[in-house]
């Protein structure tokens, strides 16, 4: 019994002892780093535990602009906790930082401690800026990498399946110090992917690898449209689809492919892609393929349809640009600003010529009843104003003519008073000499 209760005793003295150990404060005083560059900064820091007051002061000597810092305070419930405290010196030249720690804290039991300790920091001349900018190594994460991989050689290749939607670029560097961009997990589409790695070295030089990854249809479906090679897009991740258009499938020459359809119209398109990569929508019809041109304007967006000519007089065809697309249109004599061309409206599905404004970029519906009684009724103007004009034309000539006959008659009768007065001078002076002889006579009578 006595050996049981001594034991007790002395587990009750062991759990008081060790409680009264952890209740007792303790710190640890550490720096940032032991060596530094010139220039550059360094921290010293002191962490306390189970301090519940504090008074501390870290000081700053040697080859530094100085931080020398202090705290004194307490929490404010009187229990313990666990703080850090810490200054940063910038060195001022090559030699020695040193940090002196002084002080002490107090737990809540009210053990206290005395701090104390110093850590000396080596300034030393810049290391210069690393140049290296290689990587040790460039992959594809399951293919292989063509030519096998040198950190000189600056450009790859690997091929992956049509399915393939996305790839994942491995690459390690050669110089810890420098950064690399480019790498993890990337979206791929048909045809060839150029991606960039580029490796910056620590003093900012680049140096750029290229992985060329090229998805690749392993048994593609080709055709010729227009006297040009094409082949159909299976993978239409990166696809921009035509507004109106959903996806759908269908088989061709044996095979299921994408291709996108318009309720209101039936039109059904497919993607192309020419020998050079570049990227088209064709229309599907009966086994044959036509080209697809729409334009969106303010108002509508239209399939447009190729023709040769337009049923209305005053019409002349040429090409024009709508939201940069080459397009045939009518232009309207002399009207620089309106053009006709013929479609069918994506959301109604409706046929028909249309009236494009450049200026506004919008399309009307055109009316051709409208356009032919305009045409009529500017036709009876002409004609009306025609006959105004030769009607005041003959006017005109009547008026003269009555003029000149008046004119004529003026100068007859003008004529006709002058003979008379010159047949009166005449007869005057025939009857002058014989007045005069007669006078003469009687005179001499």
Wanted: net charge neutral.
């Amino acid at each position: 019994m006595k050996r049981i209760k001594g034991l007790l005793i002395f587990c009750i003295s062991m759990t008081m002892s060790i409680a009264v150990v952890k209740a007792a404060p303790s710190y640890s005083f550490n720096v940032s780093s032991n060596t530094i560059d010139e220039g550059k900064s360094v921290t010293a820091s002191v962490t306390v535990k189970s301090t519940a007051a504090w008074n501390i002061k870290i000081t700053s000597s040697g080859n530094t602009y100085g931080c020398t810092n202090s705290w004194a305070d307490a929490t404010g419930d009187g229990n313990n906790t666990t703080k850090t405290f810490s200054t940063t010196c910038r060195s001022s030249s090559i030699g020695t930082i040193v940090f002196s720690l002084s002080g002490d804290i107090t737990s809540s039991d009210g053990s206290n401690i005395n701090l104390s300790g110093t850590k000396s920091v080596r300034v030393k001349e810049p290391t210069p800026a690393s140049t290296i900018n290689s990587l040790k190594s460039l992959s594809v994460e399951g293919y292989e990498i063509s030519p096998e991989f040198s950190s000189d050689v600056l450009e790859y290749s690997t091929e992956v399946p049509s399915s393939v939607k996305s790839v994942k670029i491995n690459a390690t560097k050669t110089d810890s110090k420098s950064s690399v961009d480019g790498i993890g997990e990337k979206e791929v589409d048909e045809g060839i992917n150029k991606f960039e790695i580029v490796v910056t070295a620590e003093n900012g030089d680049k140096r750029t690898y290229i992985l060329n990854v090229n998805v690749k249809d392993l048994n593609p479906i080709n055709i010729v449209v227009n006297n040009a090679n094409y082949s159909i897009i299976k993978n239409t991740k990166n696809l921009d689809i035509p507004d109106g258009f959903t996806e759908d499938k269908m088989t061709i020459d044996g095979q299921e492919v994408p291709v996108f359809k318009n309720n209101n119209s039936n039109i059904t398109l497919v993607a192309l892609k020419d020998e050079k990569g570049n990227i088209k929508f064709f229309k599907y019809e009966n086994g044959k393929y036509y080209p697809y041109i729409s334009v969106e304007s303010t108002n509508i967006v239209l399939y447009l349809i190729e023709k040769d000519s337009v049923p209305f007089k005053g019409f002349n065809k040429e090409s024009i640009s709508i939201n940069n697309e080459n397009v045939s249109a009518f232009k309207y004599k002399n009207l620089n600003n309106y053009y006709l061309v013929y479609g069918m409206d994506l959301s109604t599905g409706k046929e028909g010529y249309y009236l494009y404004d450049k200026n506004n970029n919008t399309f009307q519906v055109f009316d051709e009843e409208l356009f032919n009684a305009l045409i009529k009724d500017n036709t009876t103007y002409l004609y009306m104003l025609i006959g105004s004009l030769v009607i005041l034309f003959i006017s005109i000539i009547i008026i003269i003519t009555l003029s000149s006959k008046k004119k004529t008659k003026k100068v007859k009768t003008e004529n006709k008073e002058n003979d008379n007065k010159k047949l009166d001078l005449l007869f005057d002076d025939i009857e002058e000499p014989k007045k005069t002889k007669k006078k003469k006579e009687k005179n001499e009578i």
